[in-house]
């Protein structure tokens, strides 16, 4: 079998861009369970969000994902009180298995300048500052992507929820609801996510969420949403619910692991380099990324492993800032505080 990136580095990414004055950039950080636009005023450091719903396609197909996504762009080029045609450059980061059908509706609707990678691309730039380096997403979904030496481009994971996203908050979710289900059943261990389901999705026993799950069904931000409880009972010492986290460090360190090894970031003579955790699966905190950094550094005993601060969107405005010719007036470490000021307004 060929084996071919699955992800490609666009040309507007890879090669140096002339120096340019634009004064505005857009980055889109697009989800399966929203959108968060940011237009960014170098000048002025002045910082302008749009939101919209889901734009993954998987979850919500084309059309809805695309009105997200435009929709979210909008409101914040209208925030600025700028048009469209002074952007400087457009970086849309979307999740997904495949973002060329975006990529072409959005080029569509509006210019072949608008730029649509996949949301692994710009979270690399977000972890790496652009370099050498891994990032790894475990948020409702998950996905690995990491660039070595030579530009090598490789990605791991990213299937969506019916094939993949081991390792994430939805995996998380399904994997505790189906524990209780072998605890009610008697076929497995005894557990608190048991009781602990109930009362989240304030049903009268586990069969009623079960039953929800199909019935209903709840979507994959709700199920994913109930790995905040996963977490905290591993905290609290349940076996199950630690098992959980060991276990989804195992099969996402599996995703790390091949990405390391295409990229030529396991070879031994590769430097330093950073691995950035991002997404909402991190906040579990050490019973995660103990098991997570473990596995990593059997394979690259000095990658850094670090959850990363900045908001993804972030990487996309950085991704724009190089389309545009104007790197070096983005500071990724101002960048990050800009962003959570204005998310927290």
């Not at 700028?82 to 973002?99: F, K, N, P, S, Y």
């Not at 977000?126 to 990605?155: C, D, L």
């Not at 009610?184 to 079960?210: H, N, Q, Y």
Request: with cysteine.
């Amino acid at each position: 079998m060929e084996r071919r990136p699955l992800v490609e580095m666009p040309a507007a990414l890879t090669e140096p861009a002339p120096a340019g004055d634009s004064r505005y950039l857009l980055g889109i950080d697009g989800g399966a369970t929203k959108t968060l636009a940011a237009v960014l005023d170098l000048e002025t450091g002045a910082l302008h969000l749009g939101h919209g719903g889901p734009s993954n396609e998987d979850a919500v197909g084309a059309q809805a994902a695309v009105q997200a996504l435009l929709g979210a762009a909008d409101e914040a080029i209208d925030g600025a009180g700028i048009g469209r045609g002074e952007l400087g450059a457009a970086v849309l980061a979307i999740a997904g298995t495949d973002t060329q059908s975006i990529a072409g509706h959005v080029r569509a609707a509006r210019t072949d300048a608008w730029l649509v990678v996949n949301d692994v691309v710009a979270a690399w730039a977000t972890a790496t500052g652009a370099g050498p380096g891994v990032a790894v997403i475990s948020g409702t979904g998950s996905n690995v992507f990491g660039v070595g030496p030579g530009a090598r481009p490789w990605r791991a994971g990213g299937w969506g929820h019916l094939l993949g996203d081991e390792g994430s908050g939805y995996w998380l979710g399904t994997e505790s609801i189906r524990a209780a289900l072998r605890d009610r059943e008697a076929s497995g261990p005894p557990t608190a996510l048991s009781d602990a389901l109930c009362r989240f999705f304030a049903m009268p026993s586990v069969e009623a969420v079960a039953n929800l799950v199909y019935a209903k069904p709840l979507t994959k931000g709700q199920i994913a949403a109930f790995a905040v409880e996963t977490g905290r009972l591993a905290d609290e010492g349940d076996a199950v619910a630690r098992e959980l986290y060991e276990r989804g460090a195992r099969v996402l360190g599996e995703q790390i692991a091949a990405v390391l090894t295409r990229t030529g970031l396991a070879e031994p003579t590769s430097n330093e380099f950073p691995v950035g955790l991002i997404g909402s699966a991190f906040k579990a905190g050490a019973i995660f990324i103990e098991p997570l950094r473990s596995a990593i550094h059997e394979h690259a005993p000095g990658a850094r492993v670090e959850p990363v601060a900045m908001a993804p969107v972030g990487g996309s405005l950085l991704l724009a800032a190089r389309v545009a010719g104007r790197a070096e007036a983005l500071d990724a470490v101002q960048l990050g505080p800009l962003i959570e000021s204005a998310l927290a307004r």
